[in-house]
């Protein structure tokens, strides 16, 4: 695999918007597709679905491939009490679906999101979702979008954003809400057209960024990230740089990468790829692993304290 077949995004959606059931969707839709080009993979039966969906809850990310491309989705957290974490998902994309409700539009949470994905730089596309409802206004949900567009100070490009309209309910999409296709093809050739392919080094020496953390009773600490340069393997020797600039030699134990809701264990992951890790001790939220020989340091990230939310 290349850089160039891969599309890191987050969905940035206001909760019941109907980001899990596009994300369903997309899911559903990408296997049939690699199902009529590769006969032999088996059709999943909805309770392999619902299966897998436990997993997402662990994981958190989903991929899907689509026309040779890979798709990694990032869950981005909806609440401005992440918001260190948002800003480290936004680091690891490299583009991001709005996904807005073809009623209500955009709302309060999300603009939280969206300026932060907007600061970064990344090209959004909007998806106007549920254009099914009786009491759709498209028109008027678009306006409002690009109205929060200009008010967080997007540039002339982002605010010139592309729209697909969908019913993530039914699986359909369009340019327009009167041309729907009985498929999400339009939202697919948009991701692949309008956002970018990572901009890393294949070649380079490795470098990743521990952006999230996950645990496993048995494995210990998972490092999630996206590889900026180089490829990592399975038993590889790595340097880990901490916040305080401490190196550690150490061993990578496995890498995963993501299919489907699942993650996968694989003998190597390549730059632009978004990769769990184990086997790396006592990790933090910041460190870098990088080439022992060739050691490229990130500057440390911001990370804030997670706040109580009082509900
Ligand atoms: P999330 O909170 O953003 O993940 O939203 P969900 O995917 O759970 O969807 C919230 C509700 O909206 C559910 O009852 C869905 O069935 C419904 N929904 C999602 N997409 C559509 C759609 O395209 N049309 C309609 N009519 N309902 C939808």
């Known amino acids: 695999m290349k850089p160039q077949d891969i599309r890191n995004i987050a969905i940035i959606a206001h909760?019941?918007?109907?980001?899990?059931?596009?994300?369903?969707?997309?899911?559903?839709?990408?296997?049939?597709?690699r199902e009529n080009q590769q006969v032999a993979e088996r059709v999943m039966d909805s309770n392999d679905l619902e299966r897998e969906r436990g997993i997402t809850i662990l994981s958190k990310n989903t991929a899907i491939t689509?026309?040779?491309v890979k798709i990694n989705i990032v869950d981005t957290p909806g609440h401005a009490d992440f918001g260190g974490e948002v800003e480290r998902v936004m680091n690891m994309v490299d583009g991001v679906l709005l996904l807005v409700d073809s009623v209500e539009g955009p709302m309060p949470q999300t603009k939280f999101v969206l300026r932060h994905a907007l600061q970064r730089g990344h090209k959004v596309i909007v998806v106007v979702n549920k254009i099914d409802?009786?009491?759709?206004?498209?028109?008027?949900?678009?306006?409002?979008?690009?109205?929060?567009?200009?008010?967080?100070?997007?540039s002339e490009e982002q605010a010139d954003f592309p729209v697909i309209y969908t019913s993530a309910l039914t699986g359909?999409?369009?340019?327009?809400?009167?041309?729907?296709?009985?498929?999400?093809?339009?939202?697919?050739?948009?991701?692949?057209?309008?956002?970018?392919?990572?901009?890393?080094?294949?070649e380079g020496p490795l470098q990743l960024q521990a952006t999230l953390m996950g645990y496993d009773d048995y494995k210990g600490k998972i490092v999630i990230g996206r590889l900026n340069s180089g490829t990592i393997q399975?038993?590889?020797?790595?340097?880990?740089?901490?916040?305080?600039?401490?190196?550690?030699?150490?061993?990578?134990?496995?890498?995963?990468?993501?299919?489907?809701?699942q993650r996968v264990e694989v003998e190597k992951a390549v730059a632009g790829d978004i990769v769990a890790l184990t086997g790396l001790g006592d990790v933090g939220i910041g460190d870098t692993i990088t080439d022992p020989e060739n050691p490229q340091p990130l500057p440390p990230i911001k990370v804030?304290?997670?706040?109580?939310?009082?509900t």
């Open 133 to 154: 409802r009786p009491n759709a206004r498209p028109d008027y949900v678009v306006n409002t979008t690009f109205d929060l567009f200009v008010d967080l100070g997007a």
């Open 15 to 33: 909760v019941d918007h109907g980001k899990t059931t596009l994300v369903d969707a997309m899911l559903k839709q990408s296997r049939i597709f």
């Open 66 to 68: 689509y026309n040779g």
């Open 304 to 310: 804030e304290e997670p706040t109580l939310r009082v």
């Open 172 to 202: 359909v999409s369009g340019l327009e809400p009167d041309q729907m296709t009985d498929n999400l093809v339009p939202l697919f050739d948009s991701i692949l057209e309008t956002l970018p392919a990572p901009q890393v080094e294949q």
């Open 234 to 261: 399975k038993n590889q020797n790595v340097l880990r740089i901490d916040r305080e600039g401490n190196q550690h030699s150490l061993k990578v134990a496995q890498v995963f990468t993501h299919q489907g809701l």
